[in-house]
């Protein structure tokens, strides 16, 4: 069988998730799929799940090693795949049963070399589902790249919510940086995905459940926040490569990098926070000190905010409460109901679920 779709799910300590998540896969309608299940060095049960999945479905290829991180356990798996497109599941995450035909068909019709897809946050204990209401109607199925949009750079890595094009991630090598840990490894794969992608098609259906409530995934220790600084250091080496690229996009990455660092400060523990701080504070002092922002870095960043940062980061903590009040009101508000267009038609989600 020709793999339409080759599968990577990386695995974990997840045996608590694993058999959901494989199950959702094995059973979608688009059956042409190559599963690759890498196992990195799981000291639960998580390895016997997959062997015995894979006993009872061909389609699934269970690769074991020793634990060596996120990032090298998904080139793995990108490195073995097949399949003309090439699709990601985090095995703590779970997928309707259509998502790959549907992604696959719109990858297809269009020759996308991305097709990528809303996602519901997800919450076990209540059996919960958000729309996450990303990615908007008005930009759905509509072919075009960042150069056309700045706005694909700006939405949520998500890497396990699109199929990609094998042929295009092989022609750019482009694949995840292998910093130990298994924090922010997505968000370097993505920029160089959407920077160098020439046909993304997107949609604002919503496929992939990513779970909220897994306690191991938290970013908690002081070692891990420093992930994400990895992370936009190797997107300035990519910049560095592409100068043409870099003309267009350095302003998109700072501002993604500050909306990065400042996801990082507030979700890392208190005591960690100001060593954080004072990083975050000194390269966007140096940025802006040499003219680097101006008025595009600043229609998406609170100058106000910003100034706080760069000029008294010892005061930043206070804002970053207010911050953080705001996100939580917007959550709230977003989980509850919210609006919007397509097709030119009104849609209404509430509580997580299209109603009209």
Known sequence: MNAKISVIIPVYNVEKYLKECLESVLNQTLEELEIICVNDGST???????????????????????????????????????????????????????????L???????????????????WSDKKFAAKSNRISAAKALKVTNSKEDKGLLRINPSVWSAIYKREFLNKYNIRFLETPGASYQDIAFSFKVFTL???????????????????NSSV??????????????????????YPDLKSEFKVQE?????????????RIDDNVKPEFIKIFSEHFKAEYDAGLLGNEFFSKISKKDFMTLINKPEKYIETLKIIELKRKFNRLRKNFV?????????NMTLLGKEVI
Request: net charge negative; glycine share 6%.
């Open 197 to 215: 992608a020439e046909r993304v098609i997107l949609t604002d259906k919503a496929y992939l459940y990513y779970r909220q409530d897994n306690i």
């Open 220 to 241: 908690k220790s002081k070692n891990k926040v420093y992930c994400v600084c990895d992370e936009y250091s190797e997107i300035d080496k990519f910049l560095d490569k």
């Open 338 to 346: 919210s609006v919007h267009f397509r097709n030119g038609k009104l």
């Open 44 to 102: 639960d049960s998580s390895l016997n799940i997959l062997n015995d999945y894979a006993l009872k479905d061909k389609r699934i290829i269970v690769i074991n090693k020793q634990n060596s991180g996120y990032g090298h356990t998904m080139n793995t798996g990108l490195n073995t795949a097949s399949g003309k497109y090439i699709g990601i599941i985090e095995s703590d995450d779970f997928a309707a049963k259509n998502m790959f035909e549907d």
């Open 254 to 266: 700072e501002i993604n990098r500050y909306t990065g660092y400042l996801s990082s400060v507030l």
């Open 104 to 122: 696959y068909k719109l990858a297809q019709e269009h020759d996308a070399d991305v097709a990528k897809g809303d996602w519901y946050n997800y």
